[in-house]
């Protein structure tokens, strides 16, 4: 890897970076494209020879697959074949998702269609190919599949009991993972505490529901022995290497093109056996084959997440001092660990994130991963954040109620000392720089708590019940190889970026690092303009093509800006550093006595313009003759980058919920909220606030309507938008959001992950403020999602 | 282990229309008048379906819940539209929208209970779209209209080849999605007795979010005498039972009382005797009872007078 300059190797202080784009709103380039909806999703893309795919899904938690008898779906016209596990295996390897670091974890292999058995409600069974969706779905309806129905292990907490159903009876139990995480004396200190308060927690079962559903085209060329895989996805590389190793070629055979998504959150970064189904048809078929996954199949077959019921315990002194917290997480999983970043990692970060923003010395935590026959679960947006923020900030506002001490005294007296760092939590997080007092300054500068708890006190003499919660949380973002990597999964951290000039001037950067509609090449361009110094119109971005593009992880755990944005500016700079050479030969003048100023090649002391970069594009490009014989005129460079010092770049931040609960009905009513995050650099504002509002839209929608409900038998009853209820604008509250600004020193940019802080915390200060508004009445909830049943069973009503 | 043996004839055999999204394969006939609904449906017999707004239906036929072979397009029949007052008769044709109701000012002087509703129904794009009619006739248990207009003593008038009658609005509906209508019957129009000066209505309703059906909700229609008596009480309440459940003890309970904090109580007492709502994904009958005591008190006590609300 090439060396990095650094802000003093250029001479410059982080804040003076010349004619900045850094730090400003600068408009997004793809907005117009979205809306005026000219932008190219999996969807749109048209091949000639497309086929369509359509799968049965099994309708029972759990079933032999007795029988399958195709012969009536092979006479519905437009139906071209019709594919079973047992076809799709002889040209597909099942994968099994394990990481090694995750000791002792195991799971299952796993097919694009099971050989034997569905083991949930919504799994692909069979496949059906034809000329049209339509038809394919025709062809689906006319199967004949005989399932007989065995009973479903559904209930995570009798996963582990004798007499539970053992999903895959050759891993003898349904356990995938436990670790427990222990520093300090945790018994002793909760037997010499002041006080020890305990609560259950439950975060409900939720999914993504991304505007673009799941899609995917692959396209097999036995002419060239090349797989074209057209998919919505976040890391076209990692799944490059996937399709390749389950389909037994080389990794360079595999080609994954991804244009427009329309939003990931987390739910696109995973195998999932339908879209491996596909490749492996279109391996077999040898012409393309298309798969969009309706809403109905997203609600059945996307991930799920947070599926935890947790108990924890917190000891504090007398003065509020914080002794220990004992967590005790349980999670069930679904049938299979998810390939390749598996189903362990959510409770593995509730261990490592429970008690994260606070200075205390003795921590337990368990977390027991176990298998149930419900739709897989795995990493969506904040992965395991809110969970670990809800518990943590649900136990500390419960121990300053007991201790009766104000929700953000006991805060301040147990945050981090912002002069602490480095700091390395009880779990072995280790945290470079944050500032937790500093945000909170923010945030009590931001929220009028005089004023509201005035409010509060006056609304309650009519029988209105308002309530004021906080949660500050850590956010773990920019991941080395120690998340994935270490585990023997082939994931990426490092990402890389190539920038070039043209003959005109103009500049490309192509980014291993992709855009889900958040804005990542609106960042990149911006980093890119700000580093070669031209406008930010003169440059293109291209991102999502693993043949074009420099090899890296794509967009997942808040690293796009952070990694992908510094490999960006490095490049940039490196250009920039090359085109100058090339001026200096040009103009006689020493290269660092020049600068590049929008467009314009500059004398770096006085602005005097030299020349435009296009005449140095065209003499270079057209004119080489005229230059010197041995001057270097590369006008691209490339470098990667990967962070070294630090295993995560973790954030911070605080958020503020203020709340109306209507007793009578349980319902509640969000009248505003807060949040001050630190994610380093602020690339660009309006995205960061944006990505916040986002993010805890999601994370109150996930705390107040989102559930994935399951029957008795295993049926997922929540399949439709008016039954899985999303957050819509009209409940959703005025949000205020603020920064603090500390940058990584491990990069140039200093930027760290922006995308998950909302989701973090935006549960933990909902939940806080319910039980503040309930608090007078003696009720209480602690099970998300706090629907009117919940809160009117809580209050004695129901 | 194994329970028993079921034969799963792709997304046939699946609880709720498993795999699919995609309509199946229909024809489409616009009907210029009811002689042309009337023609069509004989030509097309049991396969063909009507479709006005649309708004259930092509969800419905999304999920392939049913796969009818022609859709016949009502909303250019003449016969079907338009809002009039003859003879104390308010006539708010089937194909009138959710939207027109809002706006319609015969409605709004007549019938105001019905644009008091509009706005619980739906989200703006659908009541753009969706008709008084398809509603009424899809008889969703949890949809405002149905229970507004039980709650209005309507009446609804029914047309086939063979020709009209008429049905009142309470014994219109008689089961969860099923109503009086018979093969081959249209609704033509809804007929409202108008309003008078004691006219008192309203409706209440509780819902997740904003424009979702409601998790409980009730329509009242009474008449109150400058004495604060009640007369012809009815409080229909929806979202609670197989359609809207026209409550007989609790409106027993308030006939002829002066309407305040004692005969409310009464009301809501009398209300156990009344419903008997299933659960389902909101929450248990316990909060839809309970829900439905506390619309009752909001609902009624909005015909106070002034100085009696306070308490
Ligand atoms: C997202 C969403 C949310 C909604 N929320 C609500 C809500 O909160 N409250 C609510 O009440 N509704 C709600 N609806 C339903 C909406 O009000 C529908 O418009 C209405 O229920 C059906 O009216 P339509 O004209 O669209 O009927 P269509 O969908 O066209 O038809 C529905 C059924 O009625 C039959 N039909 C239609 N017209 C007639 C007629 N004149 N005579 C006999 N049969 C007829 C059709 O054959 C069909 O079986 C919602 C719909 C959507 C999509």
Excluded at chain 1, 85 to 98: I, Q, Y
Aim: hydrophobic share 45%.
């Amino acid at each position: 890897m090439n060396d990095m300059p650094t802000p003093e190797s250029i001479g410059l202080s982080r804040e003076d970076l010349p004619n900045s784009y850094i730090g400003r709103s600068v408009p997004r380039p793809n907005v117009p494209k979205l809306v005026q909806g000219r932008a190219t999703y999996t969807d749109d893309v048209q091949l000639p020879r497309l086929v369509h795919a359509a799968f049965l899904r099994s309708p029972h938690a759990h079933a032999r697959i007795a029988r399958i008898d195709a012969a009536a779906a092979m006479q519905v016209p437009g139906v071209v074949r019709v594919f079973t596990g047992a076809d799709l295996a002889k040209v597909c390897d099942p994968w099994v998702a394990t990481l090694d670091h995750l000791k002792g974890m195991k799971s299952a292999p796993q097919y694009p269609l099971p050989l034997e058995r569905a083991t949930w409600q919504g799994e692909p069974v069979v496949a059906v190919v034809a000329d049209s969706r339509a038809a394919a779905e025709d062809g689906v309806a006319a199967l004949l599949v005989e399932f007989e129905p065995l009973p479903a292990q559904l209930d995570m907490e009798t996963a582990l009991a004798p007499g539970a159903v053992v999903i895959h009876p050759q891993l003898g139990d349904n356990l995938v993972f436990t670790r427990t995480a222990e520093k300090g004396d945790v018994a002793a200190a909760m037997a010499a505490a002041h006080k020890v308060v305990e609560a259950t927690f439950v975060t409900g079962r939720h999914t993504g529901v991304t505007l673009e559903p799941r899609s995917i085209i692959a396209d097999y060329n036995r002419a060239e022995g090349t797989l074209t895989v057209h998919h919505s996805t976040q890391a076209p590389h990692m799944m490059q290497g996937v399709f390749a190793k389950q389909l037994r070629l080389e990794d360079g055979q595999v080609r994954v093109i991804c244009k427009d998504v329309g939003g990931s959150f987390g739910i696109k970064v995973h195998v999932y056996p339908d879209e491996v189904a596909v490749a492996a048809m279109a391996r077999i078929l040898g012409r393309p084959v298309k798969f969009v996954a309706d809403r109905f199949e997203s609600f059945v077959s996307d991930i799920h997440a947070r599926d935890h019921r947790i108990k924890g315990r917190i000891a504090v002194d007398a003065d509020g001092k914080i002794l220990a917290f004992d967590i005790d997480d349980l999670t069930g999983i679904g049938p299979y660990s998810v390939y390749p970043r598996t189903s362990a990692i959510e409770g593995n970060q509730v261990v490592n994130l429970c008690g994260g923003p606070y200075d205390f010395a003795n921590y337990r935590c368990t977390t027991t991963v176990v298998l149930q026959n419900k739709t897989p679960t795995c990493q969506y947006r904040a992965v395991g954040h809110p969970i670990a923020t809800a518990v943590t900030e649900g136990l500390v506002d419960l121990a300053a109620e007991a201790l009766g001490m104000d929700p953000i005294e006991i805060r301040r007296r147990n945050l981090i000392r912002d002069d602490a760092y480095p700091y390395t939590s009880p779990p072995g997080m280790r945290f470079e720089g944050l500032s937790h007092h500093a945000a909170l300054d923010k945030l009590l500068q931001m929220v009028p708590v005089d004023r509201i708890r005035a409010d509060q006190a006056e609304q309650r003499k009519r029988g209105v019940h308002r309530g004021l919660g906080f949660a500050s949380f850590i956010e773990l973002t920019n991941p080395s190889p120690f998340m994935y990597g270490i585990g023997g999964a082939r994931i990426s951290a490092q990402d890389g970026a190539t920038v070039r000039m043209d003959p005109d001037g103009s500049v490309v950067v192509m980014s291993g690092v992709t855009e889900q509609g958040q804005g990542t090449e609106g960042i990149l361009r911006q980093i890119v303009a700000h580093g070669v110094g031209v406008p930010v119109e003169r440059v293109k971005v291209i991102t999502g093509d693993t043949q074009t593009t420099p090899y890296g992880g794509g967009t997942w755990a808040c690293r796009g800006a952070g990694i992908g944005g510094e490999a960006a500016l490095q490049s940039a700079i490196a250009l920039k550093q090359q085109i100058l050479v090339v001026a200096g030969a040009m103009l006689q003048a020493a290269p660092d006595s020049l600068d590049i100023v929008m467009g314009q090649v500059v004398d770096r002391d006085t602005g005097r313009e030299r020349m435009p970069l296009a005449e140095l594009g065209r003499i270079v490009y057209y004119r080489g003759d005229t230059l010197p014989k041995d001057l270097p005129r590369e006008l691209v460079q490339t470098r990667h980058f990967i962070t070294k010092e630090y295993p995560f770049a973790f954030t911070n931040g605080i958020q503020a919920s203020w709340v109306e609960v209507d007793t009578e009905t349980g319902m509640v009513k969000l009248l505003e909220h807060w949040c001050v995050e630190d994610c380093g650099r602020v690339v660009n504002p309006l995205l960061v606030d944006e990505q916040v509002r986002g993010g805890i839209v999601q994370g109150l929608g996930g705390a107040l309507y989102e559930h994935c409900v399951y029957d008795e038998q295993g049926n997922l009853l929540t399949t439709t938008m008016a039954d899985y209820l999303v957050p819509m604008s009209a409940e959703m509250p005025d949000m205020h959001v603020g920064h603090v600004e500390t940058p990584t020193k491990e990069s140039l940019l200093g930027a760290k992950g922006a995308g998950e802080a909302g989701t973090a915390g935006a549960p933990a200060a909902l939940m806080n403020a319910i039980n503040d508004a309930l608090r007078p009445l003696g009720a209480r909830v602690t099970e998300q999602p706090f629907t009117p049943a919940r809160i009117l069973a809580a209050l004695s009503r129901i | 282990m194994i329970n028993k043996q079921v034969v799963a004839r792709g997304l046939l055999g699946l609880a709720r229309g498993m795999s699919s999204m995609k309509w199946p394969a229909f024809g489409y006939a616009r009907a210029r008048s009811l002689q042309d609904v009337w023609r069509l449906q004989s030509e097309h017999g049991d396969g063909a379906r009507l479709i006005a707004g649309g708004q259930t239906l092509l969800a419905t036929l999304a999920f392939r819940l049913s796969e009818p072979t022609v859709l016949i397009d009502i909303t250019q029949v003449p016969e079907l539209r338009g809002v009039s007052v003859e003879a104390g008769t308010l006539r708010i044709g089937a194909l009138t929208r959710h939207a027109e109701l809002g706006r319609d000012e015969l409605i709004a002087r007549h019938a105001p209970l019905l644009r008091e509703a509009v706005p619980y129904i739906a989200h703006p794009a659908i009541r753009n779209r969706g008709t008084i009619g398809g509603s009424l006739a899809y008889a969703d248990p949890a949809a405002e209209l149905p229970a507004c207009v039980v709650a209005l003593g309507a009446t609804l008038v029914l047309a086939s080849a063979a020709g009209e009658r008429r049905v009142r609005a309470e014994d219109f509906f008689t089961g969860l999605l099923e109503t009086a209508l018979r093969g081959g019957e249209l609704i033509t129009a809804v007929e409202v007795p108008i309003a008078t000066a004691a006219t008192r209505s309203t409706i209440a309703e509780v819902a997740r979010r904003s424009g979702d059906y409601a998790m409980a909700g009730l329509a009242v229609h009474l008449s109150l005498g400058s004495n604060g008596q009640v007369a012809a009480p009815r409080l229909v309440y929806f979202g609670v039972g197989n359609g809207p459940v026209l409550a007989k003890a609790a409106g027993a309970a308030l006939a002829g009382r002066r309407l305040g904090a004692e005969s409310i109580a009464a009301v809501q007492a009398a209300l156990a005797g009344d419903l008997d709502p299933p659960s389902d994904l909101h929450g248990p009958p316990e909060m839809k009872r309970h829900l439905a005591r506390v619309l009752t008190g909001r609902a009624l006590s909005r015909f106070l007078p002034a100085t009696e609300v306070a308490a």
